[in-house]
């Protein structure tokens, strides 16, 4: 189900940035439709969404299906070519250390983040991967904080709605409960 519907459409983008940011949020909507966390990830090339992702960890049942890395796969079969030096991303939340990696990897110039992630977020918040020394000239760029707030509310949201789910359930057991 659905959550918040009015944040989008309340959203008037003030820049390019944020235009883009509101894409990845469309993308990080869809993922609520299967019960995922919600979070989107555009890549952008030449001033265009060139691929789009959502998380699809749960669906696909596969722990790498993080939204920038399937992202990353899109665009690098689209372009036929493991480097996207050209292109951006731009993601709902702080990328965890897998998805800072698969970024290095493919030498993205620039990522704009929504949300900060306190828990594992690997840019700024836990970590700063982009700033440790790899071994190659790439450095990504980054700049957080996108549209934070709805990107956030959509997160706090989506585990809030997990939560009162998973209290449900606990209460129809009666063993559960039973402490
Ligand atoms: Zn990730």
Request: with cysteine; aromatic share 6%; proline share 4%.
């Amino acid at each position: 189900m659905p959550v918040r519907k009015s944040i989008l459409p309340d959203l008037k983008p003030d820049n390019e940035h944020e235009r883009f940011m509101m894409e990845a949020i469309k993308e990080a909507r869809k993922a609520l439709v299967y019960d995922e966390c919600p979070i989107g990830c555009v890549i952008v090339k030449d001033g265009k969404v060139f691929v789009r992702a959502h998380n699809l960890r749960l669906t696909r049942g596969n722990a790498i299906c993080h939204a920038e890395v399937l992202a990353i796969d899109k665009a690098c079969k689209k372009l036929g070519d493991w480097r996207l030096e050209d292109c951006d991303m731009y993601v709902t939340l702080e990328p965890c250390t897998m998805c800072a990696g698969a970024i290095i990897q493919a030498r993205i110039r620039k990522v704009y983040f929504g949300a900060y992630e306190p828990k594992s977020g690997a840019v700024c918040s836990c970590n700063d991967i982009f700033n440790v020394e790899h071994g190659h000239n790439h450095k990504v760029e980054y700049e957080g904080g996108i549209l934070e707030e709805p990107c956030a509310v959509m997160m706090k949201e989506f585990f809030r709605k997990i939560r009162i789910r998973d209290a449900a359930k606990k209460a129809d057991k009666p063993e559960d409960t039973s402490n």
